[in-house]
Structures are given as structure tokens and as C-alpha cells.
């Protein structure tokens, strides 16, 4: 590894939702502690890939990963070919020294592929229906492609501010 006097490495295992915020805690103390963190830099960054699905162990079954009106990437064909559990979303969030400041993504206007979505958690037409009708019905009458983004402007007077 070509590791050198004052060099560490660190391993973590297990469930990635316990020991990734772990992981992170970890690493961001070794970096206060030892100076290593630039505080006059402001340090941006895209995240793009987030997984549409996950795996709840709990229940034993795919879960949506983050939001669940955010478009597949691959659309209905990647609902209906793919393992769930490698599809993305269409989702992103724009990261500055470490905290979101931004998150977006394109929606899933289609009412099709959004049942089909839903149909993967165990979720039947009938529940999207009940449940977000308004939406359900309001893209039944059709919509353009569309997406967002929304910035967190508290968030971002705080890494102004040092806050």
C-alpha cells in the first residue's frame, strides 16, 4: 500500500448504513485533529448516482433508496429488465466541504413507470392511487420532462459564516 511513517488505514464492516456514518465520522476527526482540513476553501462536488432501491433486511424487501417520484434511470425498461437493486435514480445533490447544499432531481411524470416503480416495493396501483392521487391523476393529463433543484440557503450562510 506504500504506506509511510504516520500513515493509517482503516477498515469498517457490516451493514453499510451503520459503519458508512462511522466511517465518516472517522475520517473527518483524523482530519481536524491532525490539520489536515483546509477551513479557508470552499470544496464542491456532484453527487449523481444515487441507487434508486435498497435492501431492507428488517423487512426483506427493496425499499426506494431516497425519493420515490424521482425518474429511473433507464425508465420503465430498466423496471421491468433490471435487478432493482443496480438501477439509479435520476436524483443529484451539490455538496460543499462536506454538507448538501443543493438536491434536485427529474421526476417521474409518467404515470406508467411510476406504478411500475411503486410495484417493486410491494406497492400496488391501487395504493398509488390512494395514497398520491393528486399527482397520480394530475399526470395522467400529461407533463413535459421536468426536474429541480432547491438550494439550502441556510445551510450555505452557515459555511459562510463558520457557523
Known amino acids: 500500500m506504500g504506506l509511510e511513517l504516520g500513515d493509517a488505514v482503516f477498515f469498517a464492516a457490516g451493514d453499510p448504513k451503520k459503519f458508512a456514518s462511522f466511517a465518516g465520522e472517522a475520517r473527518t476527526k483524523a482530519g481536524e485533529d491532525n490539520n ?23 423487512n426483506k424487501k427493496i425499499e426506494f ?65 390512494e395514497r398520491f392521487g393528486g399527482l397520480y391523476r394530475a399526470f395522467q393529463y400529461g407533463a413535459p420532462p421536468h426536474g429541480g433543484m432547491a438550494a439550502g440557503v441556510d445551510r450555505i450562510v452557515m459555511l459562510l459564516c463558520g457557523a
Not at 39 to 57: A, G, K, T
Not at 93 to 117: Q, W, Y
Open 36 to 58: 489536515l482540513i483546509d477551513q479557508e476553501s470552499y470544496q464542491f462536488c456532484w453527487i449523481v448516482d444515487f441507487p434508486f432501491y435498497e435492501w431492507d433486511e428488517e
Open 65 to 129: 433508496g431516497h425519493n420515490p417520484f424521482s425518474m429511473p434511470k433507464g425508465g420503465i425498461e430498466a423496471l421491468e429488465n433490471e435487478d432493482p437493486l443496480t438501477i439509479d435514480a435520476m436524483q443529484y445533490d451539490m455538496v460543499c466541504n462536506g454538507f448538501e447544499i443543493a438536491s434536485g432531481g427529474i421526476r417521474n411524470h409518467l404515470p406508467e413507470t411510476m406504478v411500475k416503480a411503486f410495484e417493486l416495493t410491494g406497492l400496488g396501483k391501487d395504493v398509488v392511487e
